[in-house]
């Protein structure tokens, strides 16, 4: 798989419903190499820094193999890159063969699998419409979020090279359709298993033990 686009954003006001609120969604290409950081891309800002980048979630990918399920599900003619609020689109990425821990490097920056992406309102004000959290949610094209090993510079074009797979662990789509989506005790198993990878965020670990605490 290869980088199709480099997308980032600043942070801008839009309006929702009667307020205003902050965001960094709205992702434009940028033609040009750029440097990676420990906790973000450079030239991106994220306006909820809870929710969003730090060094778990430092740089978001989404597969450009989604696109075309999103313009039929969506009725949509187009939808340039970025517009999943993705920092790399991807020629490639399936979430059903990508596993947490798994690392990779592209350029001379080394990545690593550290979560899924769970969809939150903005996705919804990002399309105008409120239901795509849930269709996101109940598709698995939850797309990447990855931690910086290794920081440096990326360019469009640059390949992902798998250099280390995670041993005993687990894929991003079968942790996300655990947690979201699964029976309680078909699910225990995976988010066991999911805790033990040293890769893991902290924030989805601390959410992964929750479970398994409200279910021991």
């Known amino acids: 798989m290869h980088i199709l686009s480099i997308n980032v954003s600043k942070k801008r006001l839009v309006q929702y419903g009667t307020r205003q609120i902050e965001t960094g969604i709205f992702k434009q290409p940028v033609s040009s190499a750029v440097q990676v950081f420990n906790d973000h891309i450079e030239g991106d800002e994220?306006?909820?820094?809870?929710?969003?980048?730090?060094?778990?979630?430092?740089?978001?990918?989404?597969?450009?193999?989604?696109?075309?399920?999103?313009?039929?599900?969506?009725?949509?003619?187009?939808?340039?890159?970025?517009?999943?609020g993705e920092n790399l689109t991807l020629s490639e990425l399936d979430e059903a063969q990508i596993q947490i821990g798994d690392i990779?490097?592209?350029?001379?920056?080394?990545?690593?699998?550290?979560?899924?992406?769970?969809?939150?309102?903005?996705?919804?004000?990002?399309?105008?419409?409120?239901?795509?959290p849930r269709l996101f949610s109940k598709s698995l094209r939850t797309g990447v979020y990855f931690s910086v090993?290794?920081?440096?510079?990326?360019?469009?074009?640059d390949t992902f090279q798998l250099i280390d797979k995670a041993a005993n662990s687990v894929s991003v789509q079968s942790v996300f359709s655990a947690y979201f989506h699964m029976e309680k005790s078909a699910a225990k198993p995976i988010i066991e298993k999911a805790v033990a990878v040293e890769g893991l965020s902290e924030e989805w670990r601390a959410q992964l033990q929750k479970f398994l605490l409200r279910n021991s």
Not at 49 to 72: D, I, M, P
Not at 107 to 121: E, T
């Open 104 to 132: 990779f490097k592209v350029g001379d920056v080394i990545l690593q699998v550290s979560q899924p992406r769970v969809p939150c309102f903005k996705l919804g004000l990002k399309f105008d419409n409120a239901e795509m």
């Open 149 to 157: 090993k290794q920081s440096g510079t990326i360019a469009p074009d």
């Open 46 to 84: 994220q306006a909820d820094l809870k929710n969003h980048g730090g060094l778990g979630k430092a740089v978001y990918a989404y597969s450009y193999q989604h696109y075309s399920y999103w313009r039929t599900e969506l009725s949509l003619n187009e939808l340039p890159f970025g517009s999943f």
